[in-house]
């Protein structure tokens, strides 16, 4: 369920992709920093807007780090980076995030490689929930319910999406203050849209295993294509003007970028994939 929130990089100036990059190699680096190599395996494109977000709005609140140096990936050439406190507070969710994914892969289907990285992730995700425990018991707390309803075969889809969109909430509400409102707003929206992309992406696979897909009855009635789009629509469009109403200004242009055209390039790609295999 991660990887939907990406960059448009096609629609980016030569300065924005290295700006965006810039932000992506921050947020592995002091994800490396806090919880070591073991804890970088969790790096992911959604945590780097989540940072890139925090950090726009919070400019000026904490001291930035920049620099360039070596890493794990880039042994030789050297990359560039920056971060500041809220790039740290996205390193401990992204440890505690596929923490809890891991633990789930485990107890819902036995997953050997959901067991080893959930043990690997144990140490890391425990120091960020004593950072962040509001957060972590929400991550923890949003799963278990998502996971009651899916065991039942729940095809209500505010239900089953509100849970990851009331766990993106609580992560995007970084310090309780007078921006919660839009940025919880943000999240909200956003998870929603992400449960429910990974459920449409995933729909034929899980149609084939006869796995639990909230869409699978919704799939199979007149208009269906024509319904998920307004859907998906509705949800980023509330994400958007809770957005337009924060103060952002370093990074904008990514941001929208981000939040206007990539979180599209998936659907599309999909659609056109399908248009291909019909036409």
């Known amino acids: 369920m991660f990887g939907y929130v990406i960059p448009n990089q096609a629609a980016l100036s030569p300065e924005a992709q290295a700006r965006y990059r810039t932000a992506y190699c921050g947020l592995c680096r002091r994800i490396g920093a806090l919880h ?52 740290d507070y996205c390193a401990d969710l992204s440890v505690a995030l596929h923490y809890y994914n891991a633990a789930d892969k485990w107890k819902d289907d036995h997953s050997l490689l959901g067991l080893g990285f959930q043990q690997l992730l144990a140490s890391p995700t425990e120091a960020a929930a004593a950072r962040w425990p509001r957060q972590c018991g929400a991550i923890r707390a949003c799963l278990d319910r998502l996971a009651q309803y899916e065991a039942k075969g729940s095809e209500d889809l505010d239900a089953v999406s509100g849970c990851f969109g009331e766990l993106m909430a609580e992560l995007f509400d970084y310090q309780e203050d007078h ?83 990539g979180v599209w390039l998936k659907y599309n790609c999909k659609n056109e994939k399908q248009k291909h295999k019909t036409a």
């Open 179 to 261: 921006w919660s409102p839009e940025l919880r707003s943000i999240g909200f929206n956003l998870g929603k849209y992400i449960y429910l992309l990974d459920a449409y992406d995933d729909l034929a696979k899980d149609t084939r295993k006869g796995a639990y897909n909230p869409l699978r009855s919704l799939s199979q009635t007149p208009g269906y294509e024509e319904e998920m789009r307004e859907i998906f629509e509705l949800l980023l469009s509330n994400c958007a003007r809770s957005f337009e109403r924060l103060p952002c200004v370093e990074d904008v242009d990514l941001l929208r970028n981000i939040l206007y055209s």
């Open 36 to 87: 070591g190599l073991r804890g970088r395996l969790t790096l992911s494109y959604d945590l780097t807007f989540l940072n890139l977000l925090l950090s726009s709005l919070y400019e000026g609140e904490s001291e930035l780090a920049a620099g360039s140096g070596h890493c794990p990936i880039h042994p030789i050439r050297k990359v560039d980076w920056r971060a500041s406190a809220p790039t």
